[in-house]
């Protein structure tokens, strides 16, 4: 129990958090990533997902980029863990996991621990439900 509880807890904001970075992609970009950023990017939606990942990695360490170069190196860096992750999130291929079912899991989780130490009578009980 108490290992479900700690990757309920760690998955959550790493959920959020991926969340996140495919949202600040889209404030220059677009929500569907059907804009030249600032005009001067290509339209990320229609670029392959080989490309965007080349274009991820490339900005990571410097060997890609035009114009936005050095706004892109420091957004990737800030934003983006795996490149092929999130272009396979920004190609629609994959999806961040789904926070709501996260919660609602942790919920679930956390009501079944709080029946079992309501039920619980000794300290051996309630070890047993930590487990």
Do not use: W
């Not at 404030?27 to 290509?42: D, I, P, R, T, W």
């Not at 490339?58 to 892109?72: L, R, S």
């Not at 860096?77 to 396979?88: G, I």
């Amino acid at each position: 129990m108490k290992k479900t509880l700690l990757l309920i807890g760690c998955l959550l904001p790493m959920s959020i958090f991926a969340a996140n970075n495919l949202q600040s992609c889209t404030g220059c970009h677009g929500q569907n990533f059907e804009k030249a950023a600032l005009g001067k990017s290509k339209i990320v939606k229609d670029m392959s997902k080989e490309d965007i990942v080349t274009a991820l990695k490339g900005y990571k360490d410097g060997t890609y980029g035009g114009p936005m170069k050095a706004v892109m190196q420091g957004q990737v860096k800030n934003n983006v863990t795996d490149p092929e992750k999130m272009a396979e999130a920004i190609k629609g291929e994959t999806t961040v996991p789904d926070v709501t079912k996260l919660i609602n899991a942790k919920e679930d989780i956390m009501n079944g621990l709080r029946s079992c130490l309501d039920k619980a009578e000794t300290m051996e009980e309630i070890n047993a439900c930590k487990k």
